[in-house]
Nanobody
Framework: QVQLVESGGGLVQAGGSLRLSCVVSGRIFLISTMGWYRQAPGKQRELVASISAGSSTNYEDSVQGRFTISRDNAKSTVYLQMSNLKPEDTAVYYC??????????????WGQGTQVTVSS
């Protein structure tokens, strides 16, 4: 069974930092592109950052230079280090695993979400 469990959200002042973690079970981590998405109230869910199985990274423009995504394959964990946080970063952050079609477990998997609130 595939499970994604996020942690690390919370309340922080503008300019502060947080690190989100997502532990993945179910033997998909090594082959998956991992992503962090966020959804603010009244807005659509958007991709914040992603990291491929080969550790290539991609960032949404507004977080470039402030957020860093990384993965620890030995721990089946993906991280999102967030620095210089802004009130507009406030959202529920979701971990996503994109498993390739070649796998019998192919598809998209989501965590339950973790709230990040940035006060001004």
């Amino acid at each position: 069974q595939v499970q994604l469990v996020e942690s690390g959200g919370g309340l922080v002042q503008a300019g502060g930092s947080l690190r989100l973690s997502c532990v993945v079970s179910g033997r998909i981590f090594l082959i998956s592109t991992m992503g962090w998405y966020r959804q603010a109230p009244g807005k659509q869910r958007e991709l914040v950052a992603s990291i491929s199985a080969g550790s290539s990274t991609n960032y949404e423009d507004s977080v470039q230079g402030r957020f860093t995504i990384s993965r620890d394959n030995a721990k089946s964990t993906v991280y999102l280090q967030m620095s210089n946080l802004k009130p507009e970063d406030t959202a529920v952050y979701y971990c996503n695993a994109d498993v390739p079609r070649a796998s019998v477990l192919r598809g998209q998997y989501w965590g339950q979400g973790t709230q990040v609130t940035v006060s001004s």
